[in-house]
């Protein structure tokens, strides 16, 4: 699923100015003599090499927040599955595998993706409310780590599935354990009455049905509680409830269990956030989980690759209307929806600094939508026609969730590594846009 912040009323300003020093350090980026690097390359150059609107990602960033992680998890077993949802990228994904992720997958598309990549199955672990046949008959073909169940009727499909399987289909109870997270009611996925996860009181029938089965095996209890999250403590509530169910499977007969997986969920500075520190985090659930024996897994997304993107977009025009100034930028809700969808802050800033008066602006794009914005009322940097404008943390729910309305090819995805840059995935062409169409059912 998408997700978002909701930080400031409306997503949009306050006066605040958000603190360029943390943001540019989470980011990866740097400032000299007024031109802004990514990981040590000139954005200007992508710019330049790849064109407008691009989506840019640094490797290192990705590096940075996946050890940091794995370092402060150190005294559990564990294992982070990077929630492909958030980038989907086959070059970021690489990145993942070769630091020894598994992943976490929503779809047969994304474990496609996960494969191509170089994701061993057995590292991938199968969410998602509303699986269809096809594609868990494909997810146990594969041999893929654990399916996690959403519902008893889920359960039933597989139960059927596992008639024919050589071994044992493994699986997680994927619970709603009914708390609270502050965060954007659209991304908070742990709470009674929403969609997602089998409610406390079915996960005991649940586990005694994949007890029966032959075909079928538990090998997980999980949850996710929803997403930007910034405090510890839902966690610890979450993983709580988890280790009691643990205990109570486990003294029905459940003998199978390897894995307590906490789901995704930490979150990042989009603006003045204070997220919880990996080791806050670890803190928190190491001792609840360290005496069930289990390994920890996790799917966190946004956390990964959140700050390591950024969306390069040029200023097309300046205009003046209605008593308020708008700066139209190339780039339109369509590459990044998450300021129209969630009314989410991004930071705004120029690629190079340029003298002259601040103002104050919306940030829009061409698409023809009033809803088309990156900014309100933004007090930003000085900004001219022509100039290159980078939207920072578009690493996570940018590209993935970008869409062609109004026909707009998709941007192309570049990875910086290593002090280079290079093109993952070009910008799409206008002709494939409609390849596939025909105008009339005598076309061939
Ligand atoms: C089941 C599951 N796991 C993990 C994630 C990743 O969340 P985040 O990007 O907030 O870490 C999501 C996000 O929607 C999810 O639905």
């Not at 002090?419 to 596939?436: D, I, K, N, Y």
Request: net charge negative.
């Amino acid at each position: 699923m998408g997700e978002g912040v909701l930080t400031v009323p409306g997503g949009q300003d306050t006066g605040f100015v958000p603190d360029p020093v943390l943001l540019l350090e989470d980011a990866g980026l740097s400032r000299h003599d007024g031109a802004l690097l990514d990981g040590g390359v000139s954005l200007a150059r992508v710019a330049g090499d790849f064109g407008t609107p691009a989506y840019v990602y640094n490797a290192d960033v990705i590096r940075r927040q996946f050890r940091e992680l794995d370092e402060a998890l150190a005294a559990v077993p564990h294992r982070i599955c990077y929630a492909v949802k958030a980038n989907s990228n086959l070059g970021v994904l690489r990145v993942l595998r070769d630091l020894g992720a598994g992943a976490d997958i929503v779809s047969e598309g994304e474990m496609a993706r996960a494969l191509a990549a170089g994701f061993s199955s057995d590292r991938i672990v199968f969410s998602g409310v509303g699986k269809r046949e096809d594609e868990l008959r494909a997810a146990i073909a594969a041999g893929i780590g654990h399916v996690n169940v959403e519902s008893m009727a889920e359960l039933e499909v597989l139960a059927r599935l596992a008639e024919d399987a050589k071994t044992p289909v493994p699986l997680g109870i994927r619970v709603n354990p009914d708390v609270t997270a502050e965060t954007h009611p659209y991304i908070s996925t742990g709470k009674r009455g929403i969609k997602f996860g089998i409610p406390l009181d079915q996960v005991r029938p649940a586990a005694a049905m994949i007890r029966k089965h032959p075909g079928l095996e538990l090998v997980a209890i999980a949850m996710h509680i929803g997403s930007q999250l910034t405090d510890t403590q839902p966690f610890a509530e979450g993983a709580g409830r988890l280790v009691e169910l643990v205990d109570a499977v486990r003294a029905d007969g459940t003998t199978t269990l390897r894995e307590l997986d906490v789901g995704g969920g930490l979150g990042i500075r989009y603006l003045d956030e204070q997220p919880m520190s990996p080791r806050a985090y670890a803190a928190a659930l190491v001792p609840v989980v360290k005496p069930t024996g289990l390994t920890l897994y996790l799917e966190p997304g946004r956390f990964l690759v959140g700050a390591s993107g950024v969306l390069l977009t040029r200023v097309l025009f300046r205009k003046h209307s209605g008593g308020k100034e708008f700066v139209i930028v190339d780039a339109g809700m369509n590459d990044l929806e998450r300021p129209s969808r969630y009314q989410a802050y991004h930071g705004i800033i120029p690629v190079e600094q340029r003298a002259g008066a601040p103002l104050v602006a919306d940030v829009v794009g061409p698409v023809c939508e009033t809803g088309d914005f990156f900014a309100l009322d933004r007090d930003l940097a000085p900004m001219e026609p022509g100039d290159l404008v980078a939207i920072l943390c578009a690493g996570a729910y940018g590209f993935v969730m970008a869409s062609n309305y109004n026909t707009r090819p998709l941007p192309p995805e570049v990875i910086l590594d290593g002090g280079r840059a290079w093109l993952s995935r070009p910008r799409q062409a206008v002709a494939e846009l409609f390849r596939s169409e025909r105008v009339t059912s005598e076309d061939r």
